[in-house]
């Protein structure tokens, strides 16, 4: 039952929707600019790289408190993987299908950062670090995005000291590149045919382009 109610915890804490209430605190509807995604990608190009980086810190931070924090809550013989496993995915849900936005939500990335900081921290900096490097060159955040989500299983698996298919954080991370790449989907469809935005405006207009977001 504890790790239930923790769960739900967790669900709605994913589902808190900081670009969308430090945009509009600030006098934008997300959903009605650029993608109409809450993510940070998105509110870079309303808003700028400052606030930006404030909302991927916080929906990174989700992800952490998560799989860090409320594990903490946990009877003793309880602090399993698979407990912190649950609550991952439950703060990923939330930040996707958010109950607070209708069910609609991010594309999980930040969200999906934050927990795997707290469950395979090795991975995910260098999951970081490799979206940082792609979208430094190819000014692509979504290639960026793909990038990481899909070398995050491997780097998972490489650095837990298990085999492929062992190592239960292993499945968790195959669940959530398969969810940032059907997230990204539309994302993907414009980088083939060569329509895809790159980064560089640090403000969106209502209605211009369509950008993936984090």
Known sequence: MRIALLAVAAYLLGSIPFGFLIARARGVDLRQVGSG???STNIYRALGIGIA???FALDAGKGLVATRVLPLGLQEGMHTVGARLIFGAAVMLGSVASVFMGFRGGKGVATGAGVFLGLAPLAAAICIGLWAVIVAISKYVSLGSLAAAAALPILVAA???SSFGRDPIFYLAIAVTVLVVVRHRSNVRRL???TEHKVG???VDPGVGKEGGA
């Open 53 to 55: 980086l404030l909302v």
């Open 192 to 194: 083939v045919s060569g």
């Open 159 to 161: 650095f837990g000291g």
């Open 201 to 203: 405006r640090s403000r």
């Open 37 to 39: 995604n809450i993510g």
